[in-house]
């Protein structure tokens, strides 16, 4: 079902394409040898050239290209062997140049394509118009002084990567997906760490609204927003504004505009016509950057596996579910995870237990993947363990919280607890036997044709034996004692 | 003889010889320098004890037996060039309180052969002229006189022109200079030197401060193409810091002086025949073709059709990315700052005071030309144009070696001349832009002296890359001139 906003004179579509800002992750910056990290002092990675001295030229730094083509591989984009850098023009006291370096009329990364998935399961593809590098800006704070702003040109230099989307993109929903598809994919591909909160990820919104079937109408551009949540509630509070703004006679008119998350709503920033001319030409202190086309097949032989192919194959490999393989992939070292334990064992097993106990503990104990309540290595034993028929799925649960909480192996704790599944007949039989003497009415009620209390009595059996009962041959024997 | 006539060459034999020492050497420049600068205005920061110190290590060189041809040797660095330590204020008052942390490459090499340094050398504001006036700490003033008018202030060109008026008044021994449009030939024709702009690329424009990217070059000013070949030796080569600097081997250029212009085909460029060119620049051009035919030259007529553009490309061109090289003048990080009520008063403020009418005139074109609207009418037609005058030099060099021509319309004119209209001081450039927009290698040599005693230049343009032909013809002309006419005014 299309998303639509219902106004006063019936439905509306919402357009919405993005351009995302990721910060590429290198050791340094894209023009300059001085620290591309987050943090540290302010000023304290900065060097001649990011600070604009007179005389200091930009040298383009080779793993930032490489990061870019990489990028563009995993969005299954064309990679331009000829790309060019531009300036773009413009004063502000963190832009230490008076430019930014970026490219603007030929890009490293031309169009590609990204596919979503919806709540219900829809599939959709999101094009993708190009990706091209470009320096950061440094950081103004107004707030750290009565009458000075400071500047901190730790980031300024620092290299991004600007994804332009189609404006395929149809609802709040689409656009939320589309961001972190983008994101998992970055993160696949170690190009960008994705953290929206420290501002390595950020999104420009461009958000239009039309009566179904009609082109395009004017569009807004709403600046710098940092997360998934609100990127979706911008989209959805800017519709409604320019529904409003038609239905009420009025024209909306192409500006820039900022979201506040605290009111939910959208502010006009510049208009059109205060919009800067940024006065683009190639820049003149670099070559044009041509690549050869062995260095980006080598990248490519190099690519991980992104996530909508590591998603069809644990589908394959391991037996599960399109959505559980969804759910598995998320991040990486998740699936990294979930394949060292699966691999040799039940795929299907291994996948109950992760999105189960697993990840309950993980959100129980405040702990990560990275650091799991229980290694991989032990939770296979546990599987192993419940395979071999060594202990049952019950008692596995709670020699998993005990690991969770000890940390000890799972072959010690059931050695120690004496926890191993009793398969011996002859003890099941005489505890079924005795359960049945201490609960003859029950029996009774039972041979009247109250079935349900067939699980009472399996339940109570486990119970005799501390759980420790083959469910099977309890099942069984309960059933042959009952005639 | 004095210790001022000796050329680099003859100098570094002396010091080699130990008849003469670095100290010595440098003690009679800092001694001139302070006799003449304050009348040439040629330096606008002059380093005297750091020469001196430099002129020791370089005596300390040479007795270990460790000198170049340059060690000991006294020169100017143009003051758009950054320097360590020293005020580089790129005859801006913006720049006026600027000490660079760091060094160009092209100064640093220069230091690392064992030159001693004497001072920076006055220039246009920000490399932006063609006659030294613009710059924002006072005119120089050209050592050589009109014969008839020994007190009229003559301009020594630009914009090195304190580099030019520093090495004609023998108050360095030679300097460096940046070419964007003619500012090393022009002036050392003014001044009766050799100046050489090599192949863009050839030179590292790491700390220079940038005037127009795509066509600044770095290259030598001196009293003749021996000094100029020894100067650029130490000069030119790759740099890892300027992405546009080029991977090539540098060769020896002064093996390509003595090797004779015969058999060399010499293009003359009928365009640069201009209506109004002053008829003795003329016969002065016509004269160098014969003595490069004597020599054993074939002289062939050849077209650059696309010349008569040469000045508007380059008047586009230049000031839009002058435009945005100066953007960083911005008082927030160096140099000068007038503070405002907010940050946008605090840049007006800053750069209306800062950089003077030139400067702002070219900021204001470089600006309108890349605006929206604009940029394809000026900018994209200027490039475009741009690449057709490459064209014409690169087809004219399927057939030619070389091109002789003038290097500028007229000789040095007065302080004060000229003035009426920005357009008319551009035309000096008229016919040095042409080899700048195509990057190719020139270089303009002293050929004789005009009827008011004033010396002339002429321009030997080469290949991509091919300065060793360019040498050798501008020492064939040299030797053929037999140019040794001097000014009055200079140290004795």
Same mark, same amino acid.
């Given at each position: ?346 795929? %299907? ?7 189960? &106990?697993? !990840?309950?503990? @993980?959100?129980? +104990? /405040? $702990? ?20 071999? %028929? ?7 649960? &709670?020699? !998993?919280?005990? @690991?969770?909480? +000890? /940390? $000890? ?75 | ?492």
């Amino acid at each position: 079902m299309a998303y639509m906003l219902e106004g006063r004179t019936g439905a509306w579509e919402v357009v919405v394409g993005l351009e995302i800002h990721a910060q590429v992750i290198s050791e340094s910056k894209l023009f300059s040898g001085a620290s591309a990290t987050y943090g540290g002092a302010p000023n304290a990675h900065v060097s001649f050239v990011d600070a604009g001295f007179p005389g200091m030229l930009p040298v383009i730094n080779k793993e930032c290209v490489a990061q870019a083509v990489r990028t563009g591989l995993g969005l299954k984009a064309k990679i331009n062997l000829f790309s060019r850098f531009d300036r773009k023009n413009y004063f502000y006291a963190d832009l230490p140049n008076g430019y930014q370096i970026s490219q603007f009329e030929h890009p490293i990364v031309g169009t590609g394509i990204v596919e979503i998935e919806l709540q219900d399961g829809t599939l959709k593809q999101i094009g993708i118009t190009r990706l091209h590098l470009e320096q950061d800006a440094g950081k103004s704070m107004h707030d750290q002084h009565a009458s000075k702003s400071v500047i901190d040109l730790n980031r300024a230099g620092v290299a991004l990567m600007e994804i332009v989307s189609e404006p395929d993109i149809r609802s709040p929903e689409e656009a939320g997906a589309y961001l972190r598809k983008i994101r998992q994919i970055v993160r696949y591909l170690g190009t960008c760490d994705g953290n929206m909160e420290e501002g390595s990820m950020r999104a420009d919104v461009n958000v239009s609204v039309r009566k179904p079937g009609e082109e395009f109408r004017t569009r807004c551009e709403i600046k710098n927003v940092n997360s998934v949540r609100f990127v979706m509630h911008a989209v959805e509070a800017e519709a409604m504004r320019q529904i409003e703004v038609w239905e009420s006679g009025g024209e909306v008119v192409q500006e820039t505009r900022l979201y506040d998350p605290s009111k939910g709503e959208t502010r006009s920033m510049r208009s059109k016509e205060d919009a800067h001319d940024y006065r683009y030409f190639p820049e003149p202190d670099l070559l044009p950057l041509v690549l050869e086309q062995s260095f980006v097949d080598d990248l490519a032989a190099k690519l991980p596996e992104l996530p909508d192919e590591k998603r069809r194959r644990f589908c394959d490999d391991y037996g599960i579910p399109f959505y559980d393989a969804g759910v598995l992939v998320a991040d990486q070292a998740t699936a990294d995870f979930y394949e060292s334990v699966a691999k040799g064992r039940d795929g %299907k097993l291994t996948a109950n237990w992760m999105s189960g &106990d697993f !990840f309950a503990a @993980m959100n129980r +104990t /405040g $702990k990560s993947i990275e650091n799991p309540p229980v290694s991989a290595a032990d939770f296979g034993a546990l599987l192993d363990l419940i395979t071999d %028929k060594t202990i049952n799925g019950r008692i596995a649960k &709670d020699v !998993f919280e005990e @690991m969770v909480e +000890t /940390g $000890k192996a799972p072959g010690a704790i059931v050695e120690e607890k004496g926890l191993r599944q009793v398969t011996d007949t002859g003890a099941i039989d005489a505890a079924v036997t005795k359960v049945l003497a201490d609960n003859q009415d029950k029996v009774a009620e039972y041979k009247s044709g109250k079935d349900k209390l067939f699980g009472f009595f399996v339940g109570q059996v486990m119970k005799a034996m501390q759980g420790k009962g083959n469910p099977a041959l309890v099942n069984e024997a309960v059933k042959k004692q009952l005639g | 003889m004095s210790i001022f006539d000796l050329t680099i060459a003859q100098a570094s034999a002396k010091l080699a010889a130990k008849e003469i020492s670095a100290v010595e050497l440098t003690t009679a420049y800092n001694d001139a320098v302070a006799a003449l600068n304050p009348r040439l205005n040629a330096y606008i920061t002059t380093t005297p004890e750091l020469a001196l110190e430099q002129a020791q290590a370089a005596d300390a060189r040479i007795a270990a037996g460790d000198a170049t041809a340059l060690t000991g040797i006294p020169i100017a660095v143009k003051d758009l060039f950054c320097t360590e330590g020293v005020r580089t204020t790129a005859a801006s008052k913006i720049l006026e309180p600027f000490i660079p942390p760091y060094e160009s490459t092209v100064s640093a090499k220069l230091k690392a052969a064992g030159a001693v340094t004497l001072g920076k050398a006055n220039l246009d504001e920000f490399a932006m002229g063609s006659s030294n006036i613009t710059s924002g700490y006072g005119p120089v003033e050209n050592p050589w006189k009109r014969a008839a008018d020994q007190d009229a202030k003559l301009v020594p060109g630009g914009s090195s022109g304190g580099s030019a008026a520093a090495v004609a008044a023998r108050i360095a021994l030679a300097a460096t200079g940046t070419d964007t449009g003619g500012s090393i030939r022009q002036p050392a024709a003014f001044t009766g030197l050799a100046g050489i702009k090599p192949t863009y690329g050839r030179c590292s424009r790491f700390g220079i401060v940038a005037f127009a990217s795509s066509l600044d070059q770095a290259g030598p000013m001196a009293r003749n193409t021996e000094d100029c070949a020894l100067l650029l030796n130490a000069m030119a080569g790759f740099d890892e810091k300027d992405s546009t600097s080029a991977q090539r081997e540098v060769p020896d250029f002064t093996k390509a002086l003595n090797r004779g212009v015969k058999g060399l085909r010499i293009g003359i460029p009928a365009e640069y025949r201009l209506e109004g060119t002053n008829p003795e620049i003329l016969a002065l051009w016509d004269k160098g073709i014969e003595w490069l035919k004597t020599q054993g030259a074939e002289i062939v007529e050849i077209s650059l059709p696309h010349t008569k553009y040469g000045l508007a490309v380059y008047y586009i061109v230049a000031p839009a990315e002058a435009s945005s090289n100066l953007a960083r003048y911005d008082g927030v990080r160096f140099g000068k700052r007038v503070d405002g009520v907010d940050l946008i008063d605090m840049y007006e403020r800053t750069r209306a005071a800062g950089f003077g009418p030139e400067v702002k005139r070219r900021i204001m074109i470089g600006t309108y030309v890349l605006s929206h609207g604009y940029y394809d009418a000026y900018y994209l037609k200027a490039q475009k144009v741009r690449n057709l005058i490459l064209r014409d030099f690169t087809t004219a060099f399927e057939t030619v070696d070389a091109i002789l021509t003038p290097t500028a319309p007229s000789a040095a004119f007065g302080l004060g001349e000229k003035m009426d209209d920005p357009v008319t001081m551009y035309l000096n450039d008229v016919f040095t832009v042409p080899a700048s927009l195509a990057g190719v290698p020139a270089m303009s040599v002293p050929a004789g002296l005009n009827a008011e005693g004033l010396p002339l230049g002429l321009q030997v343009i080469g290949k991509h890359f091919d300065e060793e032909t360019v040498f050798a013809v501008s020492a064939a002309i040299e030797n053929a001139a037999g140019f040794s006419a001097l000014p009055e005014l200079r140290a004795k």
